[in-house]
């Protein structure tokens, strides 16, 4: 009888899709390798991005947090009390948020006494820090002339007279003493060159330093 033909398909033939299932692991496992590698970057980009906000104090008002702060709404919340218009200036740092009032507004010149206007910015100034927590610095800051006075012999004691007489009326108007501090610093820590007249008087002010929640 003659040898009938073999059917059986050939080894290669029957290892064929091996190939083809090669192939699509190695792709499996280039995709999977692409996967990590990209979100290892975001992660990185994500850390670094988070050691910015590392350098300001707690409950800064830089630190990120996806809704707006309470000290970040200040200045709106000036601009409703109508406040905008006594403030000198509203400037943000790593202290917090400071609002500085010229002497004219809150006293007489050369006095100590909070004038009727003056408790009329502070009442509306208190209506705001009522609102949050935070600690309050009042500083005192005068020129570089000297005082011609007996009860305040130097700027030392005019100063420090006049932060402490603003505290006294934010606690009349309900913010809690253990919230404030009160320092006078003379002439110390000008804004400017006390050079003329006009410079001199952004110098003489009160300034109030908000700070950050835990600094």
């Given amino acids: 009888m003659a040898d009938e033909e073999c059917t059986c398909p050939k080894v290669e033939e029957r290892v064929e899709w091996i190939y083809t299932y090669g192939d699509m692991v190695t792709l499996l496992l280039t995709f999977f390798i692409l996967l990590f ?36 709404g200040i200045p ?13 200036e ?14 004219s507004v809150m006293f007489d010149r050369g006095s100590a006494q909070v004038s009727p206007g003056g408790m009329e910015v502070i009442e509306k100034f208190s209506r705001i820090v009522h609102s949050f927590p935070n600690g309050l610095v009042i500083e ?7 005082t011609n006075s ?6 030392w004691e005019l100063s420090a007279a006049r932060a402490g007489a603003v505290a006294r009326a934010l606690e009349e ?14 002439d110390t820590r000008p804004k400017v060159a006390n050079e003329t007249a006009s410079l001199r008087r952004l110098n003489r002010r009160i300034d109030i330093l908000v700070k950050p929640e835990g600094y």
């Fill in 37 to 72: 590698a990209m979100s290892s970057s975001e992660k990185a980009v994500f850390n670094a991005m988070s050691m910015s906000f590392k350098s300001g104090p707690p409950g800064s008002p830089y630190q990120f947090s996806g809704m707006p702060t309470f000290m970040a």
């Fill in 140 to 146: 005192g800051h005068t020129d570089d002339l000297p």
């Fill in 173 to 186: 108007f309900g913010v809690k003493r253990s919230r404030m501090e009160v320092a006078g610093y003379a």
């Fill in 150 to 155: 007996e009860v305040y012999p130097s700027n």
């Fill in 76 to 88: 709106q919340a000036m601009n409703k009390n109508n406040l905008e218009l006594e403030a000198t």
């Fill in 90 to 103: 509203v400037t943000i740092d790593d202290r917090g948020i400071t609002v500085s009032f010229s002497d």
